[in-house]
């Protein structure tokens, strides 16, 4: 890839932080002390997504201490949310690898080793799995239901999607779309762009400072966004194949129940109006909106075509 030739740095972490200043030297330490064993050069890029607990001012302090050349840094002036954090960083990011995770020290940097073995592998994504969870049972339970049935949509067999910590081919990491809520599908995302996606057991901590900052609708919102990413992933390119066929479905559906009592009312010379009528009209209607509907679709996917529809893996 023409644009990797020109990196220096080995490898980028990606940290998004929210609130979570107490836990950032300790983190800091962390991935310097493994960077140092490693052998390897390494920058952290600090995402802070609008914190008001003075994070940025001990991220700052961090330069500071380690110099500008390891540590980048970004400030929201708001909070967008983590897969904004997510986004910037990974833009921001000038590694041959990318690594992102958590602020909050859940993620251990000893396993960074470990994923960094597997890209060498040849793995484009390797995700991590917190097969031992310390957090409360309200989390860990829906998780595993969540995971399964994300694993099947996908089409991609994953413990833990939704873990923050990760290790991506920078390519990868960047061909990423990052948006809304999408962290949570980042493998999938990635599995349907074309990269090999594998994972491995990462070593999980409980929080030590602060508070998790996502409650249970989480699950509410991540069932919504699933809808649209497999309506996306499928129709993005054609939004008329499923509204079309809906909108004739019910169209003619409509037609020909009406079509019947039209036939009944010219052989017994009775018009009748039942509620299977009004039934069959609603149906015709309805089906005229639906087809509608995808045609602004396709008007919007028109518009759209500038956009890249490619993933590459290789150019040289
Ligand atoms: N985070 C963020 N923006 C947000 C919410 C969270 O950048 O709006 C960060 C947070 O600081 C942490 C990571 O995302 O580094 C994961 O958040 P948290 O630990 O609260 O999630 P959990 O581990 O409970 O899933
Ligand atoms: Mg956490």
């Not at 950032?24 to 962390?30: A, I, Q, S």
């Not at 400030?75 to 921001?92: Q, V």
């Not at 910590?165 to 990052?178: N, P």
């Amino acid at each position: 890839m023409s644009q990797e030739k020109s990196i220096m740095t080995d490898v980028s972490i990606v940290v998004p932080v929210y609130n979570e200043k107490d836990s950032l030297p300790e983190l800091m330490k962390g991935i310097s002390s493994t960077f140092d064993r490693l052998g390897k050069s390494y920058e952290v890029v600090f995402v802070d997504d609008g914190s008001s607990d003075g994070s940025y001012d001990v991220v700052k302090g961090l330069r500071e201490t380690y110099g500008d050349g390891k540590i980048k840094s970004i400030r929201f002036s708001r909070n967008c949310g983590k897969s904004a954090a997510l986004s910037a960083g990974i833009e921001y990011a000038g590694g041959a690898a990318i690594i992102t995770m958590d602020a909050d020290l859940q993620d251990d940097p000893a396993a960074i080793p470990e994923m960094l073995a597997k890209l060498e592998e040849g793995w484009d994504v390797v995700s991590g799995w917190k097969k031992v969870r310390h957090d409360p049972f309200g989390k860990t339970f829906p998780s595993k239901i969540w995971n399964a049935m994300t694993s099947i949509a996908a089409g991609l067999k994953l413990h833990d999607f939704n873990c923050g910590f990760k290790a991506y081919r920078s390519g990868a990491a960047k061909s990423l779309e990052i948006y809304g809520d999408r962290h949570r599908y980042l493998p999938a995302l990635a599995h349907w762009d074309g990269c090999r996606v594998t994972e491995i057991v990462v070593p999980h901590h409980a929080r030590k400072f602060g508070k998790s900052k996502y409650g249970a609708w989480r699950m509410f919102n991540g069932a919504m966004d699933m809808i649209t990413l497999l309506f996306l992933k499928r129709y993005m390119k054609s939004p008329m194949h499923f509204f079309g066929i809906l909108g004739m479905l019910l169209i003619v559906a409509g037609a020909g129940v009406l079509g019947y009592f039209g036939v009944m009312w010219a052989i017994t010379g009775v018009m009748r109006i039942r509620p299977l009528t009004l039934l069959a009209i609603g149906s015709m209607v309805m089906g005229v909106q639906i087809i509608s509907i995808g045609l602004i679709g396709e008007m919007i996917t028109n518009t759209m075509q500038a956009r890249r529809q490619y993933s590459v893996r290789e150019r040289l």
